[in-house]
């Protein structure tokens, strides 16, 4: 029963997507960078029992010209663990997930931060493994070029191989504490990791006792070849982003098979794909919601989000012409070019409306009544589309306050939905075994060649 109930992230950074989300009438305009605003708002989605709070991060403002950047209202966020571990001390049961690069940071100080938080939140710590698709990112960090896509992701694999690694430095009953001989922690319990690979040499082991989870819940949202293979390999959750229930199913279909074929249980994965959702008391109000949202976005962002996507400059084309068919592929994210350019296809836009539609937010939405997207989120988990849902809520806080008070409780009283956390860690909200150490079987030492 529980594995068939709808598993509920919120999308907190940008804590709206939408890029007209802080001109609405009553949003926050300072919602991305308010503490205040921020914890008002994790303690809804408490009250509202959501799995998880995610802290997406970019590592360089939006690569947009000027005239786009200066009307972004995520031109500025909070660095992610010192605002979840702040959070953690306002809530109780909430997951909080945090996006860490393995291109642009260590994995001794990506093991280090996610632990600390496991530990500081009590178990509801979650990794989103992310290889940073932004390629001004590369210039914040010593680098003039962006590493090339398949680079990035073999080193992303290498790279979640030594973070595990290190989580596993120590038996969980490693630390006596013997007052009376002296001793702290039994030697025999500490491994030290000594990894050298293509990309990375780490020593160990980590100066941090194993998370409480084991591991902080891993998480992807790569949907390339590479990316699905990743996440196949190494995955617990997945953010993806899918255009429609054909699309959901697919994919959902194809993670689970790719599990199987390398000895991985299917039902250890949660796919959530992100999802806007917009209510109205009628399918015409909540149209008319939308419309006045996207009526938000000026031109410049719209074209700007467009380059983003493709990975090439849109200003270039003819706005009023279909998107031209030789667009080359880009070192940033091949599956959002890919969704661009399917889009444009399937709905026959100009460059114009293609921007349009890209600049407010192009991704899955659920635009209705609390029955009808009620219907829509019953569809894909029924059909096993998906587990649930990353939302995202299209302004602040009003969006929010409307899918917890009213589409949760529609969800609860269809059965959909559970009414109270059933479990303490993140882990156990969402069914997801404990890993076992790889180095140590209940505390005890595994055989050296079990070690790697
Ligand atoms: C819900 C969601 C959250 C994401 N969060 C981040 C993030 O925090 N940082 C980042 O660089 N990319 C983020 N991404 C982008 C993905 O990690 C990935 O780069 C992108 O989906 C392209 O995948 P591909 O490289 O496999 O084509 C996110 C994507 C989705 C759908």
């Given at each position: 029963?529980?594995?068939?109930?709808?598993?509920?992230?919120?999308?907190?950074?940008?804590?709206?997507?939408?890029?007209?989300?802080?001109?609405?009438?009553?949003?926050?305009?300072?919602?991305?960078?308010?503490?205040?605003?921020?914890?008002?708002?994790?303690?809804?989605?408490?009250?509202?029992?959501?799995?998880?709070?995610?802290?997406?991060?970019?590592?360089?403002?939006?690569?947009?010209?000027?005239?786009?950047?200066?009307?972004?209202?995520?031109?500025?966020?909070?660095?992610?663990?010192?605002?979840?571990?702040?959070?953690?001390?306002?809530?109780?049961?909430?997951?909080?997930?945090?996006?860490?690069?393995?291109?642009?940071?260590?994995?001794?100080?990506?093991?280090?931060?996610?632990?600390?938080?496991?530990?500081?939140?009590?178990?509801?710590?979650?990794?989103?493994?992310?290889?940073?698709?932004?390629?001004?990112?590369?210039?914040?960090?010593?680098?003039?070029?962006?590493?090339?896509?398949?680079?990035?992701?073999?080193?992303?694999?290498?790279?979640?191989?030594?973070?595990?690694?290190?989580?596993?430095?120590?038996?969980?009953?490693?630390?006596?504490?013997?007052?009376?001989?002296?001793?702290?922690?039994?030697?025999?319990?500490m491994h030290v990791l000594d990894h050298k690979g293509e990309f990375l040499s780490v020593r160990g082991p980590l100066n941090i006792a194993r998370p409480i989870q084991g591991w902080p819940v891993i998480v992807q949202a790569g949907a390339s070849e590479a990316g699905r293979q990743l996440a196949a390999e190494t995955a617990e959750m997945v953010f993806t982003a899918l255009p429609n229930m054909k699309a959901g199913k697919a994919f959902t279909a194809d993670i689970k098979n790719r599990m199987r074929k390398?000895?991985?249980?299917?039902?250890?994965?949660?796919?959530?794909?992100?999802?806007?959702?917009?209510?109205?008391?009628?399918?015409?109000?909540?149209?008319?919601?939308?419309?006045?949202?996207?009526?938000?976005?000026?031109?410049?962002?719209?074209?700007?989000?467009?380059?983003?996507?493709?990975?090439?400059?849109?200003?270039?084309?003819?706005p009023d012409k279909p998107l031209p068919d030789d667009i080359p592929e880009s070192n940033a994210s091949q599956s959002g070019r890919q969704r661009a350019i399917e889009l444009a296809r399937r709905e026959n836009l100009t460059v114009r409306q293609l921007a349009q539609r890209l600049g407010g937010f192009g991704g899955l939405a659920m635009v209705g009544t609390v029955g009808s997207v009620a219907d829509e989120m019953e569809e894909w988990l029924t059909t096993s589309a998906s587990d649930g849902f990353t939302i995202q809520f299209p302004y602040l806080p009003g969006a929010l306050d409307e899918f917890c008070t009213q589409l949760v409780p529609e969800l609860q009283r269809r059965g959909l939905y559970?009414?109270?956390?059933?479990?303490?860690?993140?882990?156990?909200?969402?069914?997801?075994?404990?890993?076992?150490n790889r180095f140590f079987k209940n505390g005890d030492r595994r055989a050296a060649n079990a070690a790697e």
């Open positions: 029963m529980t594995n068939r109930q709808l598993r509920l992230n919120a999308f907190m950074r940008p804590a709206s997507i939408h890029t007209g989300a802080w001109r609405y009438p009553g949003a926050w305009p300072d919602m991305n960078f308010n503490f205040a605003h921020i914890k008002e708002c994790i303690r809804k989605l408490e009250a509202a029992i959501f799995d998880g709070f995610f802290m997406a991060d970019h590592m360089a403002v939006l690569n947009m010209p000027m005239d786009a950047l200066k009307r972004s209202h995520t031109s500025t966020s909070f660095e992610p663990f010192t605002l979840l571990a702040a959070l953690s001390q306002a809530t109780e049961h909430i997951g909080l997930l945090a996006t860490g690069s393995t291109t642009f940071d260590a994995p001794y100080h990506i093991a280090r931060r996610f632990a600390s938080l496991d530990h500081i939140s009590g178990g509801r710590a979650g990794w989103n493994i992310v290889t940073t698709s932004n390629p001004d990112a590369a210039l914040n960090f010593g680098l003039e070029e962006h590493m090339e896509h398949d680079e990035r992701y073999r080193r992303a694999r290498e790279f979640y191989k030594v973070v595990t690694g290190l989580w596993d430095s120590w038996a969980d009953d490693a630390f006596i504490r013997d007052v009376e001989s002296g001793t702290f922690f039994e030697p025999d319990k390398i000895g991985r249980n299917p039902d250890h994965m949660m796919i959530m794909p992100a999802c806007f959702v917009l209510l109205g008391d009628t399918k015409e109000e909540a149209q008319r919601k939308r419309s006045l949202l996207d009526s938000k976005v000026d031109y410049a962002n719209a074209i700007a989000s467009l380059s983003i996507a493709l990975g090439h400059d849109a200003s270039r084309f003819d559970r009414r109270a956390y059933e479990g303490k860690t993140l882990r156990e909200h969402l069914g997801l075994p404990r890993p076992e």
